[in-house]
């Protein structure tokens, strides 16, 4: 019996028969793998039109109504790392140079994140523990500023720059990039920095007190070319009418802390455990737990606070590393001032008291964590000092 054929498809113009027969299995034979069948078909497409399979988070398929293409891929490179994908699947991706596991591809997959996170919040400086898409992009950015972790790779700082040019601080902290950069946002939005007023919150950020605060020439002094080139930009140019005392409405720096410290850290003054100005009108020892610190000679919290206003003295914030350990002298009568006023070095002994290093970092942190058990003094102290709860 002589069996009929016929052309069961016909085609006006030649065909790549491989096309041809994903097209019949997508919509004849196995409804089932329809979606992933979709997606290897504009995975074929990436790699015709860039002659490679690093397929970036956020890419889509034009021609397939902008399929997300990079999402679809990053599902099977999970799907392979936990020994899911199907061999076949497995087969398929491998003859069109999948890339599995491959630093670049997770890089632009975060980098992708980072890109909408800039669309939507306008800078990079994002808070450590900031999560978008699943990804932390307030840590990932951070880990990609330690050192050299670029030098090996200019064209991915260059992408990162391209996002933010001030994505990599140099020598600052990133709480004060962001206020920089919500100072940026807030002006081009049409509002003028006379707007600008203590207590205006933007990102997280009083940018208000943070504008404030950068028009005195005595924090200016100890800035860097960047940050000054930032604050030029933006307009915050130096009050000298403020003089060598703190900006108005701003307790906290120079005056403020000068008097919490009995005559200024600046100056060699010291924090004494039994009395002595205040900051905000709350003296430092006197009404911070003075009983106890006259029982104990002095406070180990009052150290520490010296050690605070120290820093805030020299840094102008009290944005602290972790793991910064500030080094403090601490006299016999139960006072404390920064090392380096008497003219000696950590651990040295001085006429009258003795040297403490001060894990300033972990105290700092442990202040904010504790607020709810804090005295009502020592919270209003630390506000006074700068502190941001």
Same mark, same amino acid.
């Given at each position: 019996?002589?069996?009929?054929?016929?052309?069961?498809?016909?085609?006006? #113009?030649?065909?790549?028969?491989?096309?041809?027969?994903?097209?019949?299995?997508?919509?004849?034979?196995?409804? @089932?793998?329809?979606?992933?069948?979709?997606?290897?078909?504009?995975?074929?497409?990436?790699?015709?039109?860039?002659?490679?399979?690093?397929?970036?988070?956020?890419?889509?398929?034009?021609?397939?109504? *902008?399929?997300?293409?990079?999402?679809?891929?990053?599902?099977? =490179? =999970?799907?392979?790392?936990?020994?899911?994908?199907?061999?076949?699947?497995?087969?398929?991706?491998?003859?069109?140079?999948?890339?599995? #596991?491959?630093?670049?591809?997770?890089?632009?997959?975060?980098?992708?994140?980072?890109?909408?996170?800039?669309?939507?919040?306008?800078?990079?400086?994002?808070?450590?523990?900031?999560?978008?898409?699943?990804?932390?992009?307030?840590?990932?950015?951070?880990?990609? =500023?330690?050192?050299?972790?670029?030098?090996?790779?200019?064209?991915?700082?260059?992408?990162?720059?391209?996002? @933010?040019?001030?994505?990599?601080?140099?020598?600052?902290?990133?709480?004060?990039?962001?206020?920089?950069?919500?100072?940026?946002?807030?002006?081009?939005?049409?509002?003028?920095?006379?707007?600008?007023?203590? /207590?205006?919150?933007? %990102?997280?950020?009083?940018?208000?007190?943070?504008?404030?605060?950068?028009?005195?020439?005595?924090?200016?002094?100890?800035?860097?070319?960047?940050?000054?080139?930032?604050?030029?930009?933006?307009?915050?140019?130096?009050?000298?009418?403020?003089?060598?005392?703190? +900006?108005?409405?701003?307790?906290? +720096?120079?005056? &403020?802390?000068?008097?919490?410290?009995?005559?200024?850290?600046? *100056?060699? &003054?010291?924090?004494?455990?039994?009395?002595?100005? /205040?900051?905000?009108?709350?003296?430092?020892?006197?009404?911070?737990?003075?009983?106890?610190?006259?029982?104990?000679?002095?406070?180990?919290?009052?150290?520490?606070?010296? +050690?605070?206003?120290?820093?805030?003295?020299?840094?102008?914030?009290?944005?602290?590393?972790?793991?910064?350990?500030?080094?403090?002298?601490?006299? *016999? =009568? %139960?006072?404390?001032?920064?090392?380096?006023?008497?003219?000696? &070095?950590?651990?040295?002994?001085?006429?009258?008291?003795?040297?403490?290093?001060?894990?300033?970092?972990?105290?700092?942190?442990?202040?904010?964590?504790?607020?709810?058990?804090?005295?009502?003094?020592?919270?209003?102290?630390?506000?006074?000092? %700068?502190?941001?709860?």
């Amino acid at each position: 019996m002589e069996v009929e054929t016929r052309p069961f498809l016909r085609f006006s #113009s030649p065909r790549d028969p491989a096309v041809v027969a994903d097209f019949v299995r997508l919509r004849v034979i196995d409804l @089932d793998e329809r979606d992933w069948i979709r997606g290897y078909l504009a995975a074929r497409r990436f790699l015709r039109a860039h002659g490679h399979m690093r397929i970036p988070l956020d890419a889509r398929d034009e021609r397939d109504h *902008d399929y997300p293409i990079g999402q679809w891929a990053a599902v099977q =490179r =999970r799907e392979y790392a936990a020994g899911r994908l199907d061999a076949g699947r497995v087969r398929k991706l491998v003859m069109l140079g999948m890339l599995w #596991s491959h630093p670049d591809a997770a890089f632009d997959d975060r980098l992708a994140v980072a890109r909408r996170y800039v669309e939507r919040v306008g800078h990079l400086a994002a808070p450590q523990g900031a999560v978008r898409d699943g990804v932390r992009v307030g840590q990932w950015p951070a880990n990609q =500023r330690r050192h050299g972790v670029m030098d090996a790779y200019p064209e991915r700082e260059a992408a990162l720059r391209q996002l @933010d040019p001030w994505w990599r601080p140099d020598g600052w902290t990133t709480a004060w990039q962001r206020a920089a950069n919500e100072v940026r946002l807030f002006l081009g939005r049409g509002g003028a920095l006379d707007e600008l007023a203590p /207590g205006y919150v933007a %990102g997280g950020e009083d940018i208000g007190r943070w504008a404030q605060r950068h028009a005195t020439p005595a924090v200016r002094a100890k800035l860097l070319p960047g940050q000054l080139e930032q604050l030029d930009a933006l307009g915050i140019r130096p009050e000298h009418g403020h003089g060598q005392g703190a +900006a108005a409405g701003e307790g906290d +720096a120079q005056g &403020g802390v000068a008097g919490a410290v009995g005559g200024g850290v600046e *100056d060699g &003054g010291a924090v004494a455990a039994g009395g002595g100005a /205040g900051v905000d009108g709350v003296s430092v020892g006197g009404n911070v737990d003075g009983a106890r610190a006259q029982r104990r000679g002095r406070g180990a919290w009052e150290t520490a606070f010296a +050690a605070a206003v120290a820093y805030r003295q020299r840094e102008g914030h009290l944005e602290v590393p972790r793991a910064h350990v500030e080094t403090v002298r601490v006299a *016999d =009568r %139960g006072t404390a001032a920064p090392e380096g006023d008497s003219g000696t &070095g950590p651990g040295t002994a001085v006429a009258g008291g003795e040297t403490v290093e001060v894990r300033l970092g972990k105290w700092v942190n442990n202040q904010r964590t504790r607020r709810g058990s804090l005295d009502e003094e020592r919270v209003r102290l630390l506000t006074g000092l %700068g502190m941001r709860w």
